[in-house]
């Protein structure tokens, strides 16, 4: 097999060269000596057992350290005989035959391993459902993925929805060739097209690129008509993360998928895995003046003792601050040297062209020679300065950037990441990191945080999930090579901070102001000082600096905890939302906070995410619950409706007037009558007396008088798909469709039985040629082609795990050969393992 495996890279454009006679090493560049893949192959005619696939598995991987290469593929041709996802965490793709036959074929894709492992859960995944979500890391290599999908189904109408026409671009570069069958159009475009436009697409599989961009008011309403129209059609949802932070924390692989959710490969997985390079993360101030500001004006507000030495000492700081944690040494002290690719995140255009001579000043005082600067925006053609600053490698190149980088882009070789950006969004702040980690890359880049990001975005949760995946990884894997680098943070400003806090702390009498805060103790019953008491807040919130550094006392720990005092400033904050929150439900009387509210809607929001990551005290979840807290995002959303419908209703006028709200209230009462509410749910939509007869049951039983007609005709409720009432055989499958998803009414459920209604077409025909093949069998009848094409084609389908476990026990009570052999004395015999039934 190595030499059939080496010629098919090779023809593919990559380089591969043969290792210990049964391996091959590939690197997908020509014009480089780097091994990205390292893959092992066999021939043998039985399936490869798990003990083999152990040995291997731990070869490949000390091969590979020895290049610095963590792609590993196994290839048996005859398939394997045990659960291949075992090795998902350890960067293994096992390929049987048709990865061969895909190897040989015009259209092949190479997948990493963790692609191809995706694109198989995928597969497996639109089995048991028709939409599917697939959340990837930033720089994994989504758009293969999707691209992978259009090859291996050329035939098929293929919508692809994306954010932006460079995103589609991309995934069209590893298309092969144009197909008339597959379409790539942007969100905006979608929203803007008629229902008529939509209804003529006919997609049979919808791909929707950062789907989390559909929770946008107008981009999702377009996405909403498209699948309301295509009902047929299966839909995978790709993106990096499936939150809208700032959009009260939905989860919309909830929303549009059901929570289905095939591959979850988050950043701290990618990292450990060397899927991604892990990176240098190096956290710093690139402005200390609002810091330096704010103090001075605080000692010279005081009285004259001191005021001297304090002013020294604060110059002393800032001093500190500019000889070692300012952003010229910083940068001398961890960019990398030689020719580099720096991307810098700006705030916006007119933050970004106040900053070009800054930056490149920085990289001048660092010791930078050669500098070429880029910017780019929305304002601006930026993809001509993409490829140029991609292609020139001569000296420091800094490309200076507003948003058009944060998502679906990615420009290859950058070394560092300036983030200048401050950041609430962990969205935005990911998208930022991933511009600099790609797939397979062998170099770490560097991360330089000067805008306290780390601090702000709670990226505690990312180092803790590493450490989790790392330690998994050390008790899984027997070779330490595959171990990475650990991911920590350097944080250049923590000393000149706890300076800094301690300083301020001792510039007023303690006992002075500890009095001011045993006052508003006495007078409010905590600790809790508000913001706009800003000296005092400010004062209170030095301690915690303070006590990490050892400049308060045990007394003074006491005297401060006996008024309440948290030393966890989220506790702190915690305590003052939820104040707000139920002074919310009293004032209002209701429990669904509006988005017009958007600190509490967004602090309502994280309560829910902490608490299904079970990072929520039950204390905090008992006091949320006695205010009638909802915790399911899809609730509050069913609440906020059910609450606009009513108020329609009791103000006297028709939902016929509001389409959004009648189509609603019509979905609810169908659900209603179907059983497929909850209890709390049915009681409130009882309590509407929606009448939907008129529109939904008229129309059905209109459709089904045509039915009945169809089948007194012709015999049977099966309607081929040249049939000329193009409606009537819509409807049909509709039917179909409601059926399986449990849609339809006992009602609806038992007319359609009255006319012997074909739930699932491809089951009967399924179940015909079965019973053809055991008849064959009985009679000793050699089939004929179609039916031993028919034969192959369930090998295919166990083999790519697309055969449901009812139909191999059928098969396999009949004896079939799962693998066929060719020295049998007849078809029988290389077919079934026991010919004689």
């Known amino acids: 097999m190595l030499p059939y495996l080496t010629h098919s890279y090779s023809r593919l454009g990559f380089k591969a060269r043969t290792e210990g006679g049964d391996c091959a090493l590939v690197g997908f560049s020509r014009e480089s000596n780097e091994v990205d893949l390292v893959v092992y192959g066999e021939t043998s005619q039985a399936a490869m057992p798990l003990d083999k696939a152990v040995q291997i598995a731990d070869r490949l991987e000390r091969i590979g350290a020895q290049y610095k290469c963590f792609q590993y593929k196994i290839v048996s041709k005859s398939g394997f005989d045990f659960d291949t996802s075992l090795f998902e965490a350890r960067n293994i793709a096992f390929c049987d035959s048709d990865y061969l036959e895909s190897l040989a074929s015009e259209n092949h894709i190479e997948l990493f391993a963790h692609n191809e492992n995706a694109y198989r859960q995928i597969c497996k995944a639109f089995i048991r459902s028709s939409r599917v979500a697939a959340i990837q890391a930033t720089g994994t290599g989504k758009s293969l993925i999707i691209a992978k999908l259009l090859t291996d189904n050329p035939d098929s109408r293929i919508l692809v929805v994306a954010p932006s026409n460079y995103i589609l671009n991309e995934i069209g570069k590893y298309l092969p060739a144009h197909n008339a069958n597959h379409h790539r159009i942007t969100y905006l475009r979608l929203a803007m097209m008629t229902p008529q436009d939509i209804a003529a697409l006919k997609p049979q599989f919808i791909v929707l690129d950062e789907f989390h961009r559909c929770g946008a008011p107008e981009w999702g309403r377009g996405v909403e008509r498209l699948i309301a ?6 839909i995978l949802g790709t993106s990096a993360t499936p939150i809208r932070y700032l959009d009260g924390a939905r989860n919309m692989a909830d929303e549009l998928f059901d929570g289905n959710v095939a591959v979850n490969l988050s950043l701290a997985k990618s990292i450990v895995r060397h899927i991604l390079p892990t990176p240098k993360y190096v956290s710093a101030l690139y402005n200390f003046d609002s810091n330096y500001n704010a103090l001075k004006s605080k000692i010279n507000r005081n009285s004259k003792q001191n005021k001297k030495e304090h002013l020294a000492q604060l110059n002393a700081i800032k001093r500190r601050w500019e000889q070692s944690a300012g952003v010229p040494k910083i940068l001398s002290k961890h960019m990398p040297s030689g020719d580099s690719k720096v991307l810098v995140f700006c705030k916006d255009i007119e933050h970004l062209e106040s900053m070009r001579d800054t930056v490149c000043g920085w990289f001048a005082e660092a010791g930078f020679e050669k500098i070429n600067l880029y910017t780019v925006h929305s304002d601006i053609d930026h993809e001509p300065i993409f490829r140029e600053f991609e292609q020139i490698g001569d000296g420091l190149n800094i490309l200076l950037c507003v948003d058009i980088l944060n998502e679906g882009i990615h420009v290859k070789g950058v070394d560092a990441i300036l983030m200048l950006r401050d950041t609430s969004s962990p969205v935005i702040y990911y998208q930022q990191m991933g511009r600099c980690l790609t797939a397979n890359r062998k170099i770490a880049p560097v991360i330089f945080d000067l805008v306290n990001n780390f601090s702000n975005i709670k990226v505690n949760d990312l180092l803790k999930e590493y450490n989790t995946e790392y330690d998994a990884l050390v008790n899984l894997s027997k070779s330490s090579a595959v171990l990475t680098e650990k991911f920590f943070v350097i944080d250049e400003v923590k000393d000149i901070f706890e300076l800094y806090n301690a300083l301020s702390n001792s510039i007023e009498q303690w006992e002075v102001r500890y009095a001011e805060a045993l006052e508003f103790y006495n007078r409010h019953g905590h600790c809790r000082v508000p913001h706009n008491d800003n000296s005092l807040w400010q004062w209170l919130r030095s301690h915690r600096d303070g006590r990490r550094a050892g400049l308060v006392t045990e007394a003074q720990i006491k005297k401060l905890e006996a008024i309440g005092f948290s030393w966890n400033p989220l506790d702190e904050q915690w305590e003052k939302m939820f104040d707000t929150y139920r002074d919310y439900v009293n004032r209002y009387g209701q429990v669904i906070v509006e988005k017009r509210e958007k600190t509490l809607w967004t602090w309502v929001a994280a309560q829910r995410v902490k608490a299904k990551k079970g990072i929520l005290s039950q204390e905090r979840i008992d006091r949320l619950n006695e205010l009638g807290f909802i915790w399911s995002v899809l609730d509050e959303r069913w609440m906020a409706q059910f609450l606009r419908v009513k108020d329609i209703l009791q103000s006297g006028i028709s939902l016929k007037e509001d389409a959004s709200a009648k189509e609603w209230a019509y979905i609810q009462k169908r659900r209603w009558q179907c059983g497929k509410l909850p209890d ?82 491809f089951d009967k025909l399924w179940e015909e040629k079965f019973q053809q093949l055991k008849n064959a069998l009985e009679t000793n009848v050699i089939p004929d082609k179609k039916l031993r094409m028919w034969c192959t084609i369930q090998r295919q389908s166990r083999r790519r795990s697309k055969l449901s476990q009812e139909k191999i026990d059928k098969l396999d009570s009949i004896g079939f050969k799962w693998v066929a052999t060719t020295n049998g004395a007849n078809w029988k015999d290389n077919n079934f393992i026991n010919p004689t039934l």
């Open 229 to 234: 129209t295509a009902t047929d059609a299966k």
């Open 680 to 761: 709390w749910q049915n009681e409130l939509i009882e309590s509407l007396n929606i009448d939907t007869e008129d529109d939904f049951q008229k129309q059905w039983n209109a459709m089904y008088a045509k039915m009945v007609d169809y089948y007194r005709l012709h015999n049977t409720s099966i309607i081929p798909d040249n049939y000329s009432d193009r409606k009537l055989l819509g409807w049909m499958r509709t039917q179909r469709v409601s059926y399986n998803k449990g849609k339809l009414t006992d009602y609806q459920k038992e007319k359609l039985e009255e006319i012997n209604f074909v739930w699932n077409h």
